[in-house]
Nanobody
């Protein structure tokens, strides 16, 4: 069992920045995908950014050029650097992990969310 704990959410103004962190309770499979998903009020879950077993990354079109995903394997921590935040970025952000050799794009856009691990989420609010 792997526990994921997100942190770093908060309230910012339009154009501001936040850095989310996701700490894993233990080292996981050597081959795995990790990523960030979000869910805004009244909307479905959306993939935001992901990184796969060989370090390849994928991003939702809506965040390309503004968000950066990175991972520190020694610290068992995933990060999401968010800049130029917009009101539409307001959501609960979840960290997820799935063991296996899956492409980052598949993990971000096609993974059903099953057979993996999820954090509890951290709230991001962007106000104008």
């Amino acid at each position: 069992q792997v526990r994921l704990m997100e942190s770093g959410g908060g309230s910012v103004q339009v154009g501001g920045s936040l850095r989310l962190s996701c700490a894993a309770s233990r080292h996981t499979h050597s081959d795995h995908c990790m990523g960030w998903f979000r869910q805004a009020p009244g909307k479905g879950r959306e993939g935001v950014a992901s990184v796969d077993y060989d370090g390849s990354t994928s991003y939702a079109d809506s965040v390309k050029g503004r968000f950066t995903i990175s991972k520190d394997n020694a610290k068992r921590t995933l990060y999401l650097e968010m800049t130029n935040l917009k009101p539409e970025d307001t959501a609960i952000y979840y960290c997820a992990l799935k063991g296996g050799r899956y492409a980052s794009s598949w993990f971000l856009h096609l993974w059903t969310g099953r057979d993996g691990y999820w954090g509890q989420g951290t709230q991001v609010i962007v106000s104008s």
